[in-house]
């Protein structure tokens, strides 16, 4: 359970950052950080290494306080300076000392330095401030100012506001560019929905600029080739359709010419015709809404155990898995027949004889009823996988004998599918197997 739900962190990261609002929302941060950097280093850049007035009155009031506390220094002065004020002085020479606040922690690691002259050194950090004033060859005094409770708090207030209001306004930018980027969500479910063949799906053309310009140049996109395959699936069905009139007339013609002709060939063409037609236009017309399934309760064993014993003897032979109950699904068993009859068909025409038997299994799962056509044979390549349910496409080109067809199975196959709302997965490799697997919702 616990690398089950590692796995499922991995891939929710993974999807997060590769998402453009992320990537965004990142930028939009490094600006911000930016900024504040940038601020700062103007704001130190003008506070530090300037004579400003705080610097001037911080060394003037240092000074004043060593000419109190004079030379030598005084201890019993400096401890009176320090107790009037939060403060501790240092004094370093050949008399040392360190008088007032020292229990408190200074900074002085991290102090930075302010402005220096006449010897004299000014070093400040978020309200702590460290001023050196020099009174004689080898004797100097440091005054450390610490800062107020009202200063601490204050600036612990600031530091919060400021954490507070960036957290805010990179929400605000982060929310105001996810709703000028809509088109982006809108585009990507309209692409989507093309590919898994909603050809009627439109994007909304709400936004303006280039990504008004894009949403429109998708739907003019998608009307195209919803027009263009309308038009496929139209002449396909009035093609199909009005090549059955002459062939009628043809074997009317064939039946007049008595037993002096040998007409059994032209029949053969004549019934494999007749036998492509029939599937275009099934094809055409389920794909076309044209067509009313007979729906009705089928236990899917019963179709795929009458499966197996009718291919029983077509070598490699096939085995059915039963999986010993009912298994019921909605469908039109008639048109079922032929989806079955079309997999296994295929699969065993690609198997070689002393092969493994075709195999069929039958679940339930949580998707509904679920049932696999497996073979052990030459197996899909990978570019041929996309073309696979194409009218007329054949992996093999050759057309030998053996595999032998029109292409129109795996095409049959998948109109019948969709026509009952069922998915065709399909699964291979090259030279070990290939299984279609069917999913019926439940």
């Known amino acids: 359970m616990s690398l089950l739900l590692r796995g499922t962190m991995i891939n929710f990261l993974r999807l997060v950052f590769r998402s453009l609002f992320t990537r965004l929302a990142a930028v939009m941060f490094c600006a911000v950080i930016g900024i504040n950097v940038i601020t700062y280093s103007l704001y130190v850049g003008l506070e530090f290494g300037h ?27 400096a401890r009176q300076l320090a107790e009037e004020r939060i403060m501790r002085i240092t004094v370093d ?129 998608a009307a195209r080739l919803e027009s263009l395959i309308d038009g496929h699936q139209k002449l396909l069905l009035g093609v199909s359709h009005e090549l059955r009139t002459p062939l009628t007339r043809l074997k009317l013609r064939l039946a007049m010419l008595g037993e002096a002709v040998n007409i059994d060939p032209i029949c053969k063409d004549i019934r494999q015709m007749e036998t492509m037609i029939a599937i275009l236009l099934d094809a055409a017309r389920m794909r076309h809404d044209t067509m009313t399934l007979n729906l009705e309760s089928v236990d899917m064993a019963d179709l795929l155990s009458d499966a197996a014993t009718l291919y029983g003897d077509s070598p490699p032979g096939v085995r059915f898995v039963s999986p010993g109950i009912p ?103 090259l030279g070990v197997g290939t299984t279609m697997r069917v999913v019926i919702p439940g």
């Open 51 to 77: 004579e400003t007035t705080i610097n001037r009155s911080l060394m003037e009031y240092a000074r004043s306080m060593a000419n109190a506390i004079g030379v030598p220094p005084d201890i019993a002065v």
């Open 93 to 221: 020479g050949s008399t040392s000392f360190v008088v007032g606040e020292t229990q408190r922690r200074f900074p002085d690691r991290f102090l930075k330095p302010r402005f220096a002259v006449d010897g004299m050194e000014v070093s400040s950090l978020h309200g702590f401030y460290r001023v050196k004033v020099p009174v004689a060859p080898d004797v100097s005094i440091t005054f450390d100012l610490f800062p107020t409770a009202e200063e601490n708090a204050a600036l612990h207030t600031y530091g919060i506001i400021s954490l507070v209001g960036t957290c805010l306004i990179m929400f605000a930018l982060y929310l105001a560019v996810r709703y000028l980027l809509r088109p982006v969500g809108w585009l990507t479910k309209g692409a989507a929905a093309v590919r898994d063949g909603e050809l009627g799906s439109r994007v909304p053309e709400k936004s303006s600029g280039e990504l008004r310009e894009l949403s429109e140049t998708f739907n003019q996109m």
């Open 327 to 429: 298994v019921v699904a909605t469908v039109d068993r008639l048109r079922m027949e032929v989806l079955i009859s079309n997999l296994i068909d295929n699969a065993i025409k690609y198997s070689a004889r002393e092969s493994a038997p075709v195999e069929l299994l039958l679940s339930h799962t949580d998707e509904g009823v679920e049932f696999s056509v497996s073979d052990q044979g030459i197996g899909i390549p990978d570019d041929a996988l996309e073309h696979l349910f194409e009218p007329f496409y054949r992996v093999d080109e050759s057309r030998t004998p053996r595999t032998g067809g029109y292409g129109l199975g795996l095409y049959m196959c998948q109109a019948i599918a969709e026509a009952h709302g069922v998915v065709i997965k399909v699964e291979s490799r």
